[in-house]
């Protein structure tokens, strides 16, 4: 049973033609985090709030966990539900603290319990604890939106909404917001509806994609992947725009596609030996590992002079991928290159093999 | 117009005994009863105008923020009162009330209200439209987003209203003195009357001293709850 489910939703306000929404059908799966994006008008933001009841829908059926929601009492309703909007909407008259503990206060916990839960959250959120007693106007744009994060999960509700939670900060502090986010969904696993009208905000945090068009209208759900790879329609491959292939390649792991064996050779080879791996391998230099461990490499001016590899001085990558970074950062990591190739290997420098621009432009095309 | 109040004042200071001092000590302390008794006339006078006149004002502007369409009529009456000239109010009361304390209060009353309405609807609007929204979406009702969310966020506009209304408040008191009513304004008439220089400066200065005090007051008490307004440099609006 979907977490949430939109069955031919549909909102008209009085005195226009065309609805905001129109048939619009979801499911959304416990745990998951789903972005609504698309053009203004496309009625994103309407459709989240129709989730908590801050607009009531005209037509079609809304069930979270299983029960319709205009049968519930929209305030009781609401108190479940985490909410987080673009500009936080902190209380200005309430320190911090009395923030963070808003719902569990309208829930009647007792003091200790409230803020117990106060304590975990600063934790959580790795929040500085001497902000507590503060009042929002004391606290940077980051800061405050990640108050508002934490005061949504207060109560610690299954669902949590949140309209274009990261758009009112600066993209440095919001890169950071949307890591933080990912670290804490991954711990959390609640089932997460947000408004975004930022395309890689959205292939960033989500696990899957709604875009609508004008009027509600759902254009594709899938994941991220999928909408890069297979987009829908023209609609969709507009509004994803230009870089698709890139976008895609940030969302591969190195892992997850087959890697190259490269040129290597261990540090007893002779310097003949090493001369052949490169020529063979087709590249200007040859790895030097040993038991798995990934010490350099050398080049062919290098080897002058040198009977073994041993006697040689590999020297160390400068740059040198993960199998848990994406394409895209090999990507990067090949073209500033001087060898034209990503080395990949673990942190603790185990040899993988190597990743070529040929290699990922398959992947592209694919 | 000021030429004509210019000759009535020098025609005032022909008629004082040019030997007579400004302040005669001895009849402030041989009056001292009465001048407490003025004071706390003045106090009472002022707070019945501004207490009645926020009772009325604070309801009017809960609704009106609630419901649009009250603004228009609220604004209208109360501005219609505001117009009415202190004297010719309570003249036009006198066939009605007759000489007692309501042909006073209703007038002062009917002034605070205007005021009162409108700083505490404007404080009402000011309040941040994300800050509504985000409270309703956790769930408050619509009883506890009034009381824990807007009338607080209200108050520094609220008290800024209330400060203007207990100021003209304590200066249209003094007009009262036509009827016997009017505080310390009651000193002001008698030094007029009799050419003696010092009930009249003992009204005027103990008028403005109370309007001072009760200014600073208020102030204090806007400090006191709210803190989190001077971090906000919450602007104050006054009408």
Request: aromatic share 6%; proline share 5%.
């Amino acid at each position: 049973m979907a977490m949430i489910s939109l069955q031919q939703i549909e909102k008209r306000y009085p005195g226009t033609s065309a609805p905001a929404v129109r048939a619009l059908s979801l499911d959304i799966e416990e745990g998951e985090t789903v972005a609504l994006v698309g053009p203004s008008g496309c009625g994103k933001t309407t459709t989240l709030k129709m989730i908590n009841r801050l607009i009531e829908p005209t037509g079609g059926v809304l069930l979270l966990q299983g029960t319709d929601v205009l049968q519930r009492d929209p305030v009781e309703l609401r108190r479940g539900i985490g909410y987080v909007i673009q500009h936080t909407g902190l209380m200005p008259h309430r320190t911090i603290r009395q923030n963070m503990a808003t719902v569990p206060t309208l829930l009647g916990w007792d003091d200790t319990r409230a803020a117990q839960r106060v304590e975990e959250l600063t934790e959580i959120f790795d929040l500085d604890p001497e902000l507590l007693d503060r009042y929002p106007a004391e606290l940077s744009g980051g800061q405050r939106q990640r108050v508002g994060v934490a005061r949504a999960l207060a109560a610690d509700p299954p669902v949590m909404l949140m309209d274009e939670p990261f758009a009112a900060v600066d993209p440095i502090v919001r890169a950071r917001l949307q890591d933080q986010f990912l670290d804490i969904q991954e711990r959390l696993k609640k089932t997460i509806v947000f408004v975004t009208h930022d395309v890689d905000e959205a292939i960033k945090l989500s696990d899957r994609i709604a875009i609508l068009n004008v009027g509600g209208v759902l254009e594709q759900f899938a994941p991220a992947e999928e909408i890069l790879r297979e987009p829908a329609n023209d609609f969709v491959r507009e509004f994803v725009g230009a870089e698709r292939g890139l976008k895609r390649l940030a969302l591969i792991k190195v892992g997850d596609i087959p890697l190259e064996a490269g040129p290597v050779v261990a540090p007893s080879a002779t310097a003949e030996e090493a001369r052949a791996a490169i020529e063979a391998g087709g590249f200007d230099f040859v790895s030097v590992v040993i038991d798995g461990e990934l010490l350099g490499w050398i080049d062919r001016d290098m080897l002058d002079g040198a009977t073994t590899v041993s006697d040689t001085t590999p020297r160390p990558f400068n740059a040198y991928v993960t199998a848990r970074d994406s394409l895209r950062q090999a990507l990067d990591a090949i073209v500033t290159s001087r060898s034209g190739v990503a080395v990949v290997a673990t942190h603790g420098q185990h040899y993988k093999g190597i990743l070529t621009l040929e290699r990922i432009s398959k992947e592209i095309i694919s | 117009m000021i030429g004509a109040v210019l000759q009535q004042v020098a025609a005032l200071v022909a008629q004082i005994d040019p030997d007579e001092p400004l302040v005669r000590w001895i009849w402030i302390s041989d009056n001292m009863d009465e001048i407490v008794g003025r004071g706390l006339q003045h106090l009472y006078l002022t707070l019945v105008a501004v207490v009645v006149g926020f009772v009325i004002a604070f309801p009017m502007a809960i609704l009106a923020s609630r419901h649009r369409w009250v603004v228009r009529p609220a604004t209208w009456i109360s501005g219609v009162l505001y117009t009415i000239p202190a004297i010719a109010f309570i003249f036009l009361l006198l066939p009605l009330t007759g000489l007692s304390l309501t042909t006073v209060a209703v007038p002062l009353i009917a002034y605070s209200l205007l005021i009162l309405f409108r700083n505490t609807l404007a404080g009402l609007d000011a309040v941040d439209r994300d800050v509504k929204e985000a409270a309703l979406g956790m769930g408050f009702s619509s009883r506890q987003l009034l009381w824990r969310v807007e009338v607080p966020l209200a108050l520094p506009v609220i008290i800024a209203g209330l400060r203007i209304a207990t100021v003209s408040a304590i200066g249209l008191v003094t007009v009262a003195a036509l009827l016997g009513r009017g505080g310390f304004g009651q000193f002001i008439l008698e030094g007029v009357d009799r050419f003696f220089p010092t009930p009249l400066v003992v009204g005027v200065v103990l008028s403005v001293a109370f309007a001072i005090v009760a200014d600073l007051l208020l102030v204090g008490l806007q400090r006191l709850v709210t803190p989190w307004a001077k971090m906000a440099g919450t602007r104050t609006v006054a009408t």
